[in-house]
């Protein structure tokens, strides 16, 4: 079982939709989730990143970490063309250990 | 202007040959970072460095090979003994952050082919 399973799409939405993207780990350790915007041949930005459960907004984006569930979303609201891109997320087990990846989601907003 | 440069940005490979890459950072960052990215498969760590002049295997290190004589740099040496190094390669350098985590930064990326 991969330690952190990611739908890879691709998702297709339309100019002003709510966008929910979403990862699962298998490994209650993880304490650390961070999610990454990677345009098409262009290296991954951080976006937004949480520290154990809660959400964090930044913005139209909004990250949820829900660690009884193992799962971890990242919201965009008033999608934009844009927003086109790979999302991947990333967790980690604490400060200093290395980055586990999803294989991404590639998302498509069409105007 | 800082950040993380990767150079070149398209590599051509013949079979047999060893290549380097290459990965400079201005962000004064203590940690740096070798990734290859295959379609569907997400990122898979090479190497890391934490100090100059240390680094240790990543998962998929084999075929690969790395220095960091100096804080900025860390250069990846793709060698023959790769058998399938045709990929996206993405560098990153980290330092601790705010909130106790140390947040990746990533290079614009090297596309490696093999003829």
């Known amino acids: 079982q991969k330690e952190v399973e990611q739908d890879p799409g691709p998702l297709s939405v339309p100019e002003g939709a709510i966008v929910s993207l979403n990862c699962t780990y298998s490994?209650?350790?993880?304490?650390?989730f961070m999610w990454y915007r990677q345009y098409s041949r262009k290296g991954p930005e951080l976006l937004m990143y949480t520290y154990s459960s809660g959400n964090k907004e930044d913005g139209r984006f909004t990250a949820q970490v829900d660690k009884s569930s193992k799962y971890i979303s990242l919201f965009i609201r008033d999608s934009q063309p844009s927003d086109s891109a790979t999302y991947l997320c990333a967790i980690q087990k604490s400060s200093g250990d290395k980055l586990t990846f999803g294989t991404g989601t590639r998302l498509a907003v069409r105007p | 202007d800082g950040g993380i440069t990767q150079s070149p940005k398209y590599l051509f490979r013949k079979e047999g040959q060893n290549v380097t890459l290459s990965c400079e950072q201005n962000?004064?960052?203590?940690?740096m970072y070798w990734y290859r990215q295959d379609p569907g498969q997400g990122l898979r760590l090479i190497y890391y460095?934490?100090?100059?002049?240390?680094?240790q295997k990543g998962d998929i290190a084999e075929g690969y090979s790395v220095s960091r004589e100096k804080k900025e740099s860390f250069p990846l040496t793709v060698t023959s003994a790769q058998k399938n190094p045709t990929a996206f390669y993405l560098c990153a350098s980290s330092t601790p952050g705010l909130e106790s985590t140390d947040t990746q930064y990533f290079g614009p990326g090297t596309r490696l082919t093999v003829l």
């Open positions: 460095s934490q100090i100059v002049n240390d680094f």
């Open positions: 490994n209650s350790a993880f304490q650390y």
């Open positions: 962000l004064n960052h203590d940690a």
